[in-house]
């Protein structure tokens, strides 16, 4: 959104409409550009952890099912290199790098704030560890490791394994070509390699660069071989996360941060935990809460659900702080306030519920519609209209205006199209 | 302050009654009995007369390890120290360590005595009568006389102080007549003798003229930045820790610092790190320091660990403990130096090093900047 001017029945509304660098109206979705694409950038809609190519659809689900075009990252239009991979595959014609952004001139009765939120980033809190302990995860991290066209498919791989595995790569691609330059030299001189490291460390080898050079490659060698092996043993010793810890009221009901409850990480905490143990019944969770806040039809017995069928433990303690012991697994602190004892328990995998915060355009938005922002800065609305904002003619509706579930913000927005259906219908009929 | 004034100062009855207070105390993980959490409850439920003659009331810490993480910002170590005050207005007290001796040195200090302090730094080097910066000494030349014994030279801290200051050609105030800054005072309960030696401070320091005064104590500098604005309104003169200050100093490259060689880990005193905020200088001067190399400790920062006890009182079997943990955990870190910041953290952890086997130094901050100035 640019420019509003006007009042409630008479708005007028400029939107950018930003270049997505494909034709919608001949894109089919097929993804064979996708598929050929060269260019791999981190995938944001996996929380960072796979990858995407440069043009891409958000979400496999997206609607309209239209690729984009994600311009910094890609060679011809961000790096300015020749390529045209995507408009050469693509059979309905449909890529277009002379696309521009487009200005769009709305004329409006009333208008919908759907801008939903953000979540909060929990490596403020030094002592959850999030940015430093790599088996430390967002509920939404954990979300896309168990959902099934995630970066893991669905299996529970730590992150830490990932990363194992990642690193694993690269040091088998440098080991090859240390290798290969290695055994050149033997063939050359006809002498196994062990001989002149042994004469380079006594410090018997003759005064030659070729030799010196030699000598400094098969050690390299043979520090990667071990790196490699302890590699390869910490490998396999590596097993999927078994035994969950989910923590409650991260960044949300904290003074320090956002003093609300942000209302529906409760019943993700559980569902996630559920969703786990259906897909592997060794899986064990600990949920650390304050109150577990099963608010909504059916929830309560959700919950108690869990914790018969899918080995799911509500611990009542606020978790204190999170470290990490040798083999990765992070060591979760808390005072058992039910026990009164203070415990340090070891976990697989911790994954924090993280707080509902307002999006970052929130108060940008605001300021352009002239419309209040609550004290925690969502967008205000009066108690006894819950999709008014402080401005007629502009409604609000769900995480925009504070925390809440998807059933609630799916019954806000229905709320909100009628509201503002009331100011558009009296002009639309005087129109027919 | 009564209880329920306390409560109502600190709003102790926000408390979630999370357990956060109690699972972050070094103190709850190695006696089961002490809990942050339970204080508040008993305070909350008027059980104020059992929390008063609670034994376990001196064990904190008041390492403000509970108040960083706090959700409801309940400031637990200024809570404690108000019923403190309480408790010792009713006549209980703690488990003085050392027998007591430098509390009897706190309140003698009080009385008018004289002392030679500036002696000593007459020997380190030049010192001023009158000048724009005064350099606040603290406890330093008792706890030489009392901790030598554990292969503590805690004095040799401040004569490295006045080192570095000459380097830089800065000639600092040294007075016979400062006194204790208080702290111990303060958090023993004792308010009115804290009281007593803040405003002979502030006479001294005003009647010198100074414009800056330099503290390489943390306790004191916290206690001048903090408390004697709060007690005694604000003061006339600019209060600087001394690494802030030689960090300047090295900016503006009036000093340079020697090869100092081989690894080091950091130790944060809870009164520098978590109480005033100075996280950033000491290792800013740290990795400064030619042919080092600066190792984190897991728990740094924020999250540091205490050195175990405070205020010299109920020094126990679970401060050992902590302590422990504490050298064990630098060593783990692969660093051949731990290096403190507070006279106090050297002392008692050179205290519990000396019981251990484990091949470690301890090294003050101060001396490694000043022995390659």
Known sequence: MEQVSGEVGAFQVAVRKKARYVNENLCTGCGACAEKCPTMVVDVFNAGLGNRKAIYKYFPQGIPSVFTIDAAACRQLGQGKKCGVCAKVCQAKAVDYDQKDTLIQLEVGAVVIATGYEVFDPSVIPEYGYDRIPNVVTALEFERLLSASGPTAGHLDRPSELALVKEMEEAEKEHKKLQRQVSQLEEKHGKPSSEIVAAFQSGTLPDDADLRNWALLAQDLASLEARLDSMNRRKATASVARKLAFIQCVGSRDFRFNPFCSSYCCMHSVKEAMIAHEHDNGVHSSIFCMDLRAVGRGFEEYKLRGGKQANIRYIRGRVAEITQDEALNPVVWYESTQNRQVVHETFDLVILATACVPSPGAAELARQFQVELDRNGFFKTDPLAPLNTSRPGVFVCGCAQGPMDIPESVAQASSAAARAAEIVAPARQAVG | ?373
Not at chain 2, 55 to 64: A, F, N, Q
Not at chain 2, 84 to 94: D, S, V, Y
Not at chain 2, 122 to 141: K, T
Not at chain 2, 270 to 299: K, Y
């Open chain 2, 1 to 373: 302050m009564s209880i329920e004034e306390a409560i109502k100062a600190y709003q102790t009855y926000y408390c979630l009654d999370c357990g956060v207070c109690t699972g972050s105390c070094p103190v709850s993980r190695v006696n089961p009995g002490f809990s942050p959490r339970l204080m508040v409850e008993k305070a909350l439920l008027e059980l104020g007369e059992e929390l008063l003659q609670d034994r376990e009331l001196w064990s904190c810490l008041t390492c403000s390890r509970c108040f960083e993480r706090c959700p409801t910002h309940i400031n637990f170590p200024e809570f404690m120290r108000r019923i403190r005050e309480e408790a010792t207005r009713r006549g209980f007290g703690p488990v003085l360590a050392h027998h007591g001796m430098l509390q009897s040195v706190m309140e003698l200090q009080t009385q008018g005595i004289h002392q030679k302090k500036t002696q000593w730094a007459r020997e380190s080097g030049r010192i001023a009568e009158s000048g724009d910066i005064f350099f606040f000494v603290g406890c330093m030349p008792y706890f030489q006389v009392i901790f030598r014994d554990i292969g503590v030279d805690s004095l040799s801290i401040s004569r490295r102080v006045i080192k570095v200051l000459n380097a830089a050609g800065i000639e600092p105030i040294v007075s016979d007549d400062e006194v204790c800054c208080g702290h111990d005072m303060l958090w023993n309960g004792k308010t009115e003798v804290f009281l007593q030696l803040a405003r002979r401070n502030v006479e001294v320091i005003r009647s010198s003229g100074a414009k800056q005064v330099v503290f390489n104590c943390p306790e004191g500098y916290h206690l001048f930045r903090n408390f004697y604005p709060e007690y005694l309104g604000p003061l006339d003169f600019e209060v600087v820790h001394f690494y802030d200050f030689v960090e300047r100093l090295l900016a503006e490259g009036r000093i340079a610092l020697g090869n100092g060689g081989g690894v080091y880990t950091y130790h944060d005193p809870c009164r520098l790190g978590r109480m005033a905020r100075i996280f950033d200088s000491p290792r800013g001067i740290l990795a400064q320091i030619p042919g080092g190399e600066v190792v984190e400790m897991e728990r740094n920062r924020e999250n540091a660990l205490c050195c175990g006890t405070s205020g010299w009182a109920n020094c126990s079997v679970g401060s050992k403990q902590i302590q422990v943990e504490r050298l064990k955990e630098a060593k783990a870190t692969g660093a051949h130096t731990l290096v403190t910041a507070c006279p106090k953290c050297q002392i008692h952890l050179t205290c519990a090093l000396s019981n251990m086997n484990l091949d470690l130094k301890i090294a003050d901050l101060t001396t490694l900047i000043a022995d390659g100035v």
